[in-house]
């Protein structure tokens, strides 16, 4: 599908020109960084409160040979609490993966056997998992499963409040708002989620760097903030 032409036939929001606009500036994004969907699910909950340079130095002491669901069922705890270390939270992270690990189990660590079934049952069953929130579960459903499931996180509650989109007043009243916005689809879910986080990171941080940023001309933040 041709993202730019993916809107809604004869309806153009709010939200999906600010997907257009940050899409124009950055271009089509595409994540997640990882080569398997189980390493989706790993950097998943390893990305919990920490950045993602220090997920990285974790996964890298798991690779190459032991970032597999098999293994890490079998790995005793003190081995992954080691390996995982630089991510912190270490111990309960490594709680969380053999949670999540044992959750994968019952499909036999077989991503396509996932996919098969439907995203809401797959939901509730992440959500009732150790360790996984809604973030983290629609992290795994759409960048390690494919599934269309919009993620709401703090990037994404920021810039709706500063432009602002009256998207609702909690995570899971966002995410019904902005899926009722957007077309239902796993590529466009994936390339905004990835632009949002961009412009945070390039311009609207905490203390947002508005200059130059692409949707200074929506925003009614811009210049307020300083
Ligand atoms: S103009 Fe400023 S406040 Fe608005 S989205 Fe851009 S960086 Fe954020």
Not at 108 to 135: F, I, M, S, W
Request: charged share 25%.
């Amino acid at each position: 599908m041709n993202m730019a032409d993916s809107g809604k036939a004869g309806m153009q929001t709010k939200l999906f020109s600010v997907y257009q606009i940050l899409r124009e500036r950055y271009g089509d994004l595409h994540w997640w960084p990882a080569k398997t969907p189980y390493e989706v699910m790993v950097g998943a909950i390893l990305t919990q409160n920490t950045a993602w340079t220090n997920v990285d130095k974790a996964l890298d002491n798991l690779r190459p040979d032991r970032l597999h669901a098999e293994i890490i069922a079998r790995m005793p705890r003190e081995e992954l609490i080691d390996a995982i270390r630089p991510a912190g939270f270490f111990n309960q992270k490594s709680t969380y993966l053999k949670a999540l690990t044992a959750w994968f189990a019952q499909y036999d660590y077989d991503a396509e056997a996932v996919r098969r079934h439907p995203l809401k049952q797959l939901r509730a069953e992440l959500l009732a998992t150790k360790g996984v929130g809604q973030e983290t579960a629609d992290d795994i459903l759409l960048y390690a499963f494919n599934k269309p499931t919009f993620i709401v996180d703090a990037y994404t509650n920021r810039l709706l409040h500063r432009i602002p989109i009256e998207a609702g007043k909690n995570n899971t009243e966002i995410k019904t708002f902005c899926e009722s916005q957007l077309p239902r689809s796993v590529e466009l879910y994936n390339s905004f989620h990835a632009l949002i986080v961009t412009n945070a990171k390039e311009h609207c941080r905490k203390r947002p760097l508005c200059n130059n940023c692409p949707l200074f001309d929506q925003c009614s933040k811009m210049g307020i903030l300083f």
